[in-house]
T-cell receptor, first 113, second 113 residues
């Protein structure tokens, strides 16, 4: 089955860039997602990328995908204290009937003022 | 949260009691899901429903039942709650659009004592 791995913790200074990494195992075409969870809240979809893309940028967020290594990263430019949260990487195989997401365990980002 | 409503938000149960978590969507999407989130475990799929009247087991279905009587609602039932079911429960919907994204409700915090 699919497996998604993330490092558990990341600490950065306010104003620096944050890079959160994720690896996945599914070799078929897939959608990859990044979700943000603030304390006591639900999951907020940040961005997604399809596996035929290498990069996607959305304001301060940049997603990089290395298909050969099955490695996904989320870069947050100019990290702010409001970015402190848990970030989840998730994978969903493409194709008919493939509706399920497999999540990593989440990376807790702490932003130091 | 893209029109996904969960109730209740908080609940305390005694071991052996039963309860139902309700999820409703207002966007007429076919696929709905129930996940549970535990510290250090990420999100794990309990059950999902690809369409009205159909349900399928996910990764951790034991101790739960679900019901999808209409397109709008997907309920999760604990027939005899156990302390191991203390968790945060999230309902989600698959939109099939916006990049095939999956949106989550705000969560239901359940404690079984």
């Amino acid at each position: 089955g699919e497996d998604v791995e993330q490092s558990l913790f990341l600490s950065v200074r306010e104003g620096d860039s944050s890079v959160i990494n994720c690896t996945y195992t599914d070799s078929s075409s897939t959608y990859l997602y990044w979700y943000k969870q603030e304390p006591g809240a639900g999951l907020q979809l940040l961005t997604y990328i399809f596996s035929n893309m290498d990069m996607k940028q959305d304001q301060r967020l940049t997603v990089l995908l290395n298909k050969k290594d099955k490695h996904l990263s989320l870069r947050i430019a100019d990290t702010q204290t409001g970015d402190s949260a848990i970030y989840f990487c998730a994978e969903r195989p493409s194709g008919a009937g493939s509706y399920q997401l497999t999540f990593g365990k989440g990376t807790k980002l702490s932003v130091i003022p | 949260n893209a029109g996904v409503t969960q109730t209740p938000k908080f609940q305390v149960l005694k071991t052996g009691q039963s309860m139902t978590l309700q999820c409703a969507q207002d966007m007429n999407h076919n696929s709905m899901y129930w996940y549970r989130q535990d510290p250090g475990m990420g999100l794990r799929l309990i059950y999902y429903s690809a369409s009205e009247g159909t349900t399928d087991k996910g990764e951790v279905p034991n101790g739960y039942n679900v019901s999808r009587l209409n397109k709008r609602e997907f309920s999760l039932r604990l027939e005899s709650a156990a302390p191991s079911q203390t968790s945060v429960y999230f309902c989600a919907i698959y939109t099939g659009s916006d990049g095939n994204t999956i949106y989550f409700g705000e969560g239901s915090w359940l404690t079984v004592v």
